[in-house]
């Protein structure tokens, strides 16, 4: 029953969440990727759906199934990424930048297998395109919400990631604390905006967070409405 007072809160937006890890071709049989499950994503997606939104999940190599009723768009790079939400961005209410993508990939994808030669082999990595950063300089009525996985100085490099992507939210999480990061049901997160910590979030369910995100960008909203 706590959750009933949520149902229809989000009717009428639509919402965008990426989730998963990128993959960063290397040759047609060689990626890079990382450890990103998609869960983190695929509450959002699902919470925002029992909340009355309509939704669409970006989403690359995903490790778990897809919430039910949810459109899916599959993509595999952070380039068919960028382009899989800025084509969504002008119609987008909410977005949920969940997805951990690459931050290099290799300057060129060879398009054959590569051979193996000599004893040691460079790989030599180009960085990708920042989309939370390229979404944040294009916002116009959007509410834009990204993450931030540290290991070390939370508060810091969740300010700083704020400040730089024009994000409205950062989702800040300590990777290494128990309970919190990849792979797990739960997190433990420190949700930031302009003016600093809003709530800080002990471990809780992956459900659970997206909820009270999702509650923190309603009532910012309707406040700027
Ligand atoms: N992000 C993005 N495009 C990238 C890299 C990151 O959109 N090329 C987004 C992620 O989806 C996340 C946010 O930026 O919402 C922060 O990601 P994170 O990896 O924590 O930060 P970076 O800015 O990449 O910095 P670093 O990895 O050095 O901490
Ligand atoms: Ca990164």
């Not at 040691?120 to 990204?146: A, P, R």
């Not at 730089?164 to 999480?173: M, S």
Request: glycine fraction near 6%; charge should be neutral; aromatic fraction near 6%.
């Amino acid at each position: 029953f706590e959750h009933r007072s949520q149902k229809g809160c989000l009717a009428g937006k639509k919402v965008v969440v990426t989730a998963g890890g990128t993959i960063e071709r290397i040759d047609p049989v060689r990626y890079i990727t990382n450890d990103s499950s998609g869960k983190m994503g695929v509450a959002f997606a699902a919470a925002a759906k029992d909340m009355g939104a309509e939704v669409t999940l970006v989403a690359a190599n995903m490790q778990v199934p897809y919430p039910a009723d949810v459109e899916v768009v599959k993509v595999q790079s952070a380039q068919e990424m960028y382009e899989a939400v800025h084509k969504l961005w002008p119609k987008t209410d909410i977005m949920v930048k969940a997805a951990a993508v690459a931050d290099y990939r290799p300057a060129e994808a060879a398009k054959q297998k590569i051979k193996k030669k000599d004893d040691t082999f460079t790989l030599s990595l180009v960085k990708t395109i920042d989309i939370l950063e390229s979404l944040g300089k294009e916002k116009t009525h959007q509410y834009l919400i990204g993450f931030a996985a540290e290991t070390n100085d939370v508060e810091f490099h969740a300010k700083g990631k704020l400040e730089r992507k024009n994000a409205d939210l950062i989702v800040a999480n300590d990777v290494t604390k128990p309970g919190a990061g990849f792979g797990t049901d739960t997190n433990a997160v420190e949700i930031y905006d302009k003016h600093g910590l809003v709530k800080e979030l002990a471990v809780i369910s992956k459900d659970e967070v997206a909820r009270q995100v999702f509650q923190i960008a309603i009532s910012q909203m309707e406040g700027r409405e």
